[in-house]
């Protein structure tokens, strides 16, 4: 028979791994393809930080830093995934398999499929923050923790990320 004392670490875990998985399939997986644009990709990214995330549940100490603490395992991982490939020639074998523009891309108008190829010509810091700040309305703060780099960086890489996005659509900043 097993007493409470001992229960309650079991339940905790239990809770953990519950939690880590309801966060990797629900943010996880939009985090994961917002950065890489392709569902395998993003699908075994998920399972891969997932897997490293359950790896390391007992270096965690507060259960509620758990979602953050994903993400920040997961958006590393993306990171490195795009360190390892070219964004613009992934983005271009991904519109070409589909053999049609991206429903995204018709909606929104002819010059969304010029942004998404800016975005995605960004380098890997530049576009994790852009992504996590305008596609999944994180703090400053919260970027900061994800991709463990301090508030400045974050600022420097969405400032440097939309300068460069600016640049690449021709729009100036005469309405400034």
């Not at 699908?43 to 995330?53: F, G, Y």
């Not at 549940?57 to 920040?72: D, K, S």
Request: glycine share 8%; hydrophobic share 50%.
């Amino acid at each position: 028979m097993v007493t409470a004392s001992l229960a309650e670490p079991l339940l905790e875990r239990d809770a953990a791994v519950s939690s880590l998985v309801a966060c990797a399939t629900g943010r996880g997986f939009a985090v994961a393809f917002d950065l890489l644009g392709d569902r395998g990709e993003a699908e075994d990214a998920v399972q891969e930080a997932l897997v490293r995330a359950l790896g390391g549940l007992h270096r965690v100490r507060e259960p509620a830093a758990l979602p953050g603490w994903y993400l920040r395992v997961l958006t590393n991982l993306c990171i490195g995934v795009l360190r390892r490939r070219r964004v613009a020639t992934a983005f271009a074998r991904l519109v070409a398999a589909r053999g049609e523009p991206s429903v995204a891309a018709a909606d929104l108008g002819p010059d969304h499929a010029r942004m998404l190829a800016a975005i995605d010509g960004l380098p890997a810091m530049q576009k994790a923050a852009l992504i996590l700040r305008h596609g999944h309305d994180l703090g400053v703060d919260e970027i900061a923790a994800v991709l463990d780099v301090g508030v400045e960086t974050v600022k420097t890489h969405l400032k440097r990320a939309r300068a460069r996005v600016r640049t690449e659509l021709g729009v100036t900043d005469d309405h400034r």
